[in-house]
């Protein structure tokens, strides 16, 4: 079987469906098209889209505690009481009283603290009783504030929550820009496996041409008696290595392209047959590193330090009305309004809109808990966790800085393993060439020329495994750098 048919007959196994074999589609895809199909259509980044609007849903609940509140109520009764006679022989008469009560209330908080209410009140009876037959009416009005002065004053629980929520909701934004930077750093290093990988099955099938090459050359010496049946075997012992070797790196070829559809889609179904065909290649482009300007970057810019810095400002905002509440209540009240009593509705109303019987009064409240000890040790509580956050801030900047050195050190060390595995291949070729003309002339043997072989095909594999190696390297330095969309020049609005 010859190169060709093999790959065939391996390429229809791999995409065989049930119902028989299926043509393979193929697809030339850019590093750019694939970030772009995975933004689009990645499941686990659809599932974090969801993070900040249940945020901004916990936000918008928390601003609903200014939300007034109106309540209107009306009530209608009747009262009678039978006449008689008492114990004293004194007469008296039955009663009957016919009510009508209609009361409402508009009344709720202000972000300063302040709490309002403004209540109406209209009311008629009318009946029988003992002066006889009665009726009047009865109306007012009220308005009543409570301000807070000390205690709930400058931040209330309202408050901080209403803070802490629109921290968290900016939280959960960094959140999804960390899926999407680790989303397109996935892609990019999948990216780059697969063209190692479809680079290593050109390379192990260079090797097996080598090696049938040499065999068929072997067999030739044989039947003319230049060379022993030994040196065969050796060439064809060598030839079945390299088809299991050939058919390793193409099963691992498969891997890798369902390590990238599995970043790309949502139906992997759909991607059976599809053959992802890299438009880009590996190409070495140098770097500059800067350790102190990497730093820098990762300090301002990871998702995960922008994060623990609101964490800490949250802290900030707790501890702040943890101190509030070691205050005493003091709140300055005030109360106004106007009432009017005739005996019917319209007179009613009439006496309450001359504004001629009004009540007002001003007055302070003042609540003082003994000890307060609640208080107190929630605020020392509140005043540890923040000691805490810094240091955890201060543990995850050493953290992200040890990282960008390391990525710094990788990209360094590979970049100048492609150069070293670069010179390796060429002399593994030029070796390899002059062992061949060597043995053409019956000065070496068939196991030197396959020992080379292998040297040659190891070094291959070296050089290419370097060169995706140090575009990976770079992948991550980015990432721990937090600038993966600027150089991918992304310009997403993460919200």
């Known amino acids: 079987m010859n190169l060709p048919q093999l790959r065939t007959l391996l390429l229809a196994f791999v995409v065989c469906s049930p119902a028989g ?270 350790l102190q300007a990497s730093w820098g970057l990762a300090l301002n810019k990871r998702p995960e330090i922008l994060q623990s810095r609101l964490n800490l400002e949250s802290d900030g905002i707790t501890l702040k009305y943890r101190k509030n509440q070691l205050f005493p209540q003091l709140d300055l009240v005030a109360s106004g309004g106007f009432s009017g009593s005739r005996r019917e509705y319209s007179g009613a109303l009439d006496d309450l809109s001359s504004g001629e019987r009004p009540r007002y009064g001003i007055g302070a409240v003042v609540s003082i808990p003994l000890g307060n000890r609640s208080a107190r040790t929630q605020y020392e509580q509140q005043k540890t966790r923040d000691r805490q956050g810094v240091l955890r801030l201060k543990e995850l900047e050493q953290t992200i800085m040890t990282e960008v050195a390391l990525n710094i050190e990788q990209a360094r060390t590979v970049f100048d393993q492609v150069g070293t595995t670069r010179k390796a291949r060429e002399f593994a070729e030029i070796a390899l060439q002059a062992e061949e003309k060597k043995l053409e002339i019956g000065k070496s043997t068939s196991f030197v020329v396959l020992q080379l072989q292998r040297d040659l095909t190891t070094a291959r594999s070296a050089e290419i495994t370097a060169l995706a190696d140090y575009r990976k390297a770079l992948a991550t330095l980015a990432f721990s750098e937090g600038t993966v969309l600027e150089r991918m020049k992304l310009d997403l609005e993460v919200k």
């Not at 209608?76 to 009957?96: H, I, K, M, W, Y």
């Not at 790196?249 to 991607?271: C, F, P, S």
């Open 21 to 290: 074999e299926v043509a393979p589609q193929t697809r030339n895809l850019s590093l750019k098209d694939c970030i772009e199909l995975a933004l689009q259509n990645n499941l686990e980044l659809e599932i974090s889209r969801i993070n900040p609007d249940l945020a901004r849903f916990n936000l918008e609940l928390s601003r609903t505690a200014y939300d007034p509140t109106v309540r209107f109520s009306s009530d209608l009764s009747t009262a009678s009481t039978p006449g008689g006679v008492d114990e004293q022989n004194r007469t008296f008469l039955a009663t009957e009283t016919d009510s009508q009560i209609f009361s409402s209330d508009f009344g709720g908080l202000a972000p300063s603290g302040l709490s309002y209410n403004l209540n109406a009140n209209l009311s008629h009876r009318e009946g029988l009783n003992a002066g006889g037959p009665f009726e009047n009416s009865f109306g007012s009005t009220s308005l009543s504030l409570r301000q807070p002065l000390l205690r709930n004053a400058w931040i209330d629980s309202t408050r901080t929550t209403i803070r802490i929520n629109r921290n968290n909701l900016r939280i959960s934004e960094l959140g999804l820009r960390q899926v999407i930077m680790s989303l397109v750093t996935q892609v990019e290093r999948a990216y780059y496996d697969l063209i190692l990988a479809r680079n290593n099955v050109g390379v192990q099938e260079e090797a097996l041409e080598l090696t049938e090459r040499l065999l068929k050359a072997n067999r030739r010496r044989v039947q003319v008696g230049l060379m022993a049946p030994l040196d065969e075997k050796q060439a064809e012992s060598q030839v079945a290595t390299r088809q299991s070797s050939l058919r390793s790196a193409q099963r691992l070829l498969v891997a890798q392209a369902y390590a990238l559809k599995r970043l790309l889609t949502a139906d992997i179904a759909g991607w059976q047959t599809v053959e992802i065909i890299p438009a880009d290649s590996l190409v070495l482009v140098p770097q500059a590193f800067d």
